[in-house]
T-cell receptor, first 113, second 113 residues
Framework: GQQLNQSPQSMFIQEGEDVSMNCTSS?????WLWYKQDPGEGPVLLIA?????ELTSNGRLTAQFGITRKDSFLNISASIPSDVGIYFC?????????????FGEGTQLTVNP | DAGVIQSPRHEVTEMGQEVTLRCKPI?????LFWYRQTMMRGLELLIY????????DSGMPEDRFSAKMPNASFSTLKIQPSEPRDSAVYFC???????????FGPGTRLTVL
């Protein structure tokens, strides 16, 4: 089956620092999605990417859809305490079955004030 | 819109009991997904529906699990009989079409004693 490798698994940073995390896949995707999950809540969509090479920003967040269609990264600039949570990448398309999303293992982000 | 609604938010039951989880998707969304999240296995897709019809149930772990969608605004996931290893957070998500972003509900935390 498909595999998504997300790294790093966890990050501990100081408030104000920039953060970068990425996902790589063994398969090609048509869509990359980045979600954030707060404790006790469901994942919330941050950014959706639909085209290879696409670079999209949402406030302090920037994500890119890799040219090879097998990878994506998410950057967070000037982190703040409320950025704490688990960040998931998810891919869809090509070899996936219809609407099935494949999720990465998540990156646990801790921001120290 | 209120977003995806799930109930109950928490369920504690004893092994062997029947458990029913409920979901109301976002109005107008044609796709509904049931996921399970555990520390060991991350987010796993159990089953998804398109226009109330089950499309892919390959993620349903065993015959003890069943899901229905009697109409466009309601779905259930039933476990009968429940076992301790079913303890997890179960999420429902919905999307407008097959290649649109999935929006997640807050989840049901299930504990089977």
């Amino acid at each position: 089956g498909q595999q998504l490798n997300q790294s790093p698994q966890s990050m501990f940073i100081q408030e104000g620092e920039d953060v970068s995390m990425n996902c790589t896949s063994s398969s090609i995707f048509n869509t990359w999605l980045w979600y954030k999950q707060d404790p006790g809540e469901g994942p919330v969509l941050l950014i959706a990417l639909y085209k290879a090479g696409e670079l999209t920003s949402n406030g302090r967040l920037t994500a890119q859809f890799g040219i090879t269609r097998k990878d994506s990264f998410l950057n967070i600039s000037a982190s703040i305490p409320s950025d704490v949570g688990i960040y998931f990448c998810a891919g869809q398309g090509e070899e996936t079955s219809g609407s099935r999303l494949t999720f990465g293992e998540g990156t646990q982000l801790t921001v120290n004030p | 819109d209120a977003g995806v609604i799930q109930s109950p938010r928490h369920e504690v039951t004893e092994m062997g009991q029947e458990v029913t989880l409920r979901c109301k998707p976002i109005s107008g969304h044609d796709y509904l997904f049931w996921y399970r999240q555990t520390m060991m296995r991350g987010l796993e897709l159990l089953i998804y529906f398109n226009n109330n019809v089950p499309i892919d149930d390959s993620g349903m772990p065993e015959d003890r699990f069943s899901a229905k969608m009697p109409n466009a605004s309601f779905s259930t996931l039933k476990i009968q009989p429940s076992e301790p290893r079913d303890s997890a957070v179960y999420f429902c998500a919905s999307s407008l079409s097959s290649y649109n972003e999935q929006f997640f509900g807050p989840g049901t935390r299930l504990t089977v004693l």
